[in-house]
């Protein structure tokens, strides 16, 4: 190489005619998005098995969009639970408030519901004295629950029906103290159960008679003019079997505080007009006196 002359690129001479078009051929340009829009074709191009298995796939996907709804995205429940994972309507709507004070149960509460399980005492064990106690709110949750050492000596424990055992009684509380406990609890709030008359009676104790909801003495619950037991209302308005044995207290107040729930405005409206009724009633006889009174100020003079 001379290194006087400059670097120079050499180049094939370009051919002429037909060689060049033999030699020479200019790429095809392709079109843009054609994949896109013809996704038929590019299927045509696979197997055929490969391509059927695809579309199945694209059909049998599931789609993910939801009905829109106030409360946001939500999944679709597809069937019904079955009657076996209905929930039991004496289970407890919310959670447990047997630990709050008084004060915070006040502003929870207005209703709570009563049971009370009885044993004999007396020398032949056929007088009835408070064994135990049971208080729930209208969730259903376990306000008070206390076995009650009577005043007098336990003959029968009517185990068989109260449940009560000898051992529940030895660490009791004094009848004193559990009567006073009941006081303050129900005290302003409408009290729910089934014949009230008899636990208030063992718990020395009365109510309001317009604050007592008792489901034993409500007219839709009663046959023929005559109460019922709270099994049967049991069975028949809430489909759930109870007292099937040793009777549970927290069980029997579910029970009725469940009824008065589910009859609760038509109860309620039904009291309002009894108190109606009972304040003309009352009006009326006010009424009525001063014109006796003066009547009788004021006599007529007897014929002659």
Known sequence: MDRGRPNTIFSPKPQKGAEAA??????????????????????QQLNPNWAQLRQKLQSSKPSTENPKSILGKRKERSNAEPDELQPNSLVPTSSDFRYLTHQILGSLA??????????????LGNKSALGRVTLV???????????????DRVV??????????????????????????????????????HALRNDLKALLLSH????IRDTSEYQPFLKEGRSRALRHLADEFLGVTIQNGEH???????A?????????????????????????QKKRKSRKKPREREGAAHPTPEAS
């Open 156 to 193: 029968d424990f009517r185990t068989d029906i109260s449940g009560i055992r000898p051992r529940d009684l030895r660490r009791a509380k004094d009848f004193r103290v559990v009567q006073k406990k009941v006081a303050e609890l129900i005290k302003g709030r409408i009290l729910v159960g």
């Open 110 to 123: 207005d209703a709570l519901a009563m049971d009370c399980e009885m044993v004999g005492v007396s020398p």
């Open 137 to 151: 709110n209208k969730w259903g949750n376990v306000i008070y629950d206390e076995h009650v050492r009577p005043l």
């Open 208 to 211: 309001p008679k317009t604050d």
């Open 248 to 254: 549970c207290p927290i069980e029997d107040a579910r």
């Open 22 to 43: 033999k030699t020479y051929t200019e790429p095809k340009k392709k079109k843009k998005g054609s994949e896109m829009k013809n996704p038929k074709k590019q299927l």
């Open 256 to 280: 009725a505080m469940v009824l008065y729930q589910k009859n609760k405005k038509v109860w309620e409206r039904s009291i309002k007009d009894f108190i109606r009724l009972k304040q003309k």
